[in-house]
């Protein structure tokens, strides 16, 4: 059975880090991209980075481009979400999703074209 299983979350001041985890398992990792999204309490959800299958192109939401990083290992099947410089406005549970289509830069915020879902995990910034 496909699975995502995303870790790394928890409560962190603002201008910390976090790193976080999305280990698949139930399918080959190697040919899915990986969207992050998140979600506010009251807000939509919204696509925060991707990393294509291919060529391991990557994209960001302008609201986190320069402080998020997306990295893949295949070998580990696991993707992860470098976050730094972390402001309250980031606050917000956090979801990995996978896609056999291939994404650009123009559709990879929209989950529409993602097949599977983490259960997410919770990210608070407050001091």
């Known amino acids: 059975q496909e699975q995502l299983v995303e870790s790394g979350g928890g409560l962190v001041q603002p201008g910390g880090s976090l790193r976080l985890s999305c280990a698949a398992s139930?399918?080959?990792?190697?040919?899915?991209?990986i969207g992050w999204f998140r979600q506010a309490p009251g807000k939509e959800r919204e696509g925060v980075s991707c990393?294509?299958?291919?060529?391991?192109?990557?994209y960001y939401a302008d609201s986190v481009k320069g402080r998020f990083t997306i990295s893949r290992d295949n070998a580990k099947s696991t993707v992860y979400l470098q976050m730094n410089s972390l402001k309250p406005e980031d606050t917000a549970v956090y979801y990995c999703?996978?896609?056999?289509?291939?994404?650009?830069?123009?559709?990879?915020?929209?989950?529409?074209?993602?097949?599977?879902w983490g259960q997410g995990t919770q990210v608070t910034v407050s001091s």
């Open positions: 999703a996978a896609a056999s289509t291939y994404l650009t830069r123009f559709i990879f915020s929209s989950s529409w074209y993602y097949d599977y």
């Open positions: 139930g399918f080959t990792l190697d040919y899915y991209a």
């Open positions: 990393i294509s299958s291919s060529d391991g192109s990557t």
